[in-house]
């Protein structure tokens, strides 16, 4: 198996992302919407709701429905350069996601099961 360049981060994009958006913003400023962040990216929406996800479980966004996604400002114990926070904030991402793909299933279930009745 050949070695991946130095130059690719192997880690999933949506943390690459996150990565990238965690000190684009000053605090009180509005993240631009998904959609316009997923075109930008040249990603999927959920990719970038994932991404948020990890912003959001660390602390550094804050969601509003119909009004948008808000940086935060950091506090002086901020743990998100360690190592096992960010691991457990990329743990509740994919836990999220997974949960957002079982409602998905349930409701299309739900809608065959009445289409059948």
Known sequence: MADRPPSVDPRPVYLRIADSLRHAYEPG???????????????????IRSAVEVLRSEGLVVSWRGKGTFYQARSEDDSADDPIARQLAAILTRLSSIENRLATVEQRVERCTLDTA
């Not at 400023?29 to 990719?47: F, I, M, N, Y």
Request: net charge positive; charged share 15%; no cysteine.
């Open 29 to 47: 400023k509005q993240l631009p919407s998904v959609p316009a962040l997923a075109a930008t990216w040249g990603v999927a929406r959920e990719t």
